[in-house]
């Protein structure tokens, strides 16, 4: 049974940081490319990061690119989002999400797995 668990949201001030985690359990991590998504109320899901197998390449939305990063330790099953100088506009429930490829897609339903997501709310 594949699972995800995301853990690390909250409330945080605008300009603060938070940091989420996501564990992979009941598959073989370091097979798959991992993605942080994210959906604000009344919008649609938007991609915001993802990593590559070995973490050599992590392309991000605009939106975050300076400001969020992501990694991941294949030895603990785990994909993190870093995410500083945070805004208000980036309150949203984050989801990680899995695809078994060597090869980084954008849209969410190129991911197979997902997780439950995790709210980051961010006051002004």
């Known amino acids: 049974q594949v699972q995800l668990v995301e853990s690390g949201g909250g409330l945080v001030q605008a300009g603060g940081s938070l940091r989420l985690s996501c564990v992979a359990s009941g598959i073989t991590f370091s097979m798959y490319v991992m993605g942080w998504f994210r959906q604000a109320p009344g919008k649609e899901r938007e991609f915001v990061a993802a990593i590559t197998r070995s973490g050599g390449s992590t392309p991000y939305a605009d939106s975050v690119k300076g400001r969020f990063t992501i990694s991941r330790d294949n030895a603990k099953s785990t994909v993190y989002l870093q995410m500083n100088s945070l805004k208000p506009e980036d309150t949203a429930v984050y989801y990680c999400?899995?695809?078994?490829?060597?090869?980084?897609?954008?849209?969410?339903?190129?991911?197979?797995?997902w997780g439950q997501g995790t709210q980051v709310t961010v006051s002004s």
């Open positions: 999400a899995a695809r078994f490829s060597s090869v980084v897609k954008y849209l969410g339903s190129e991911y197979a797995y």
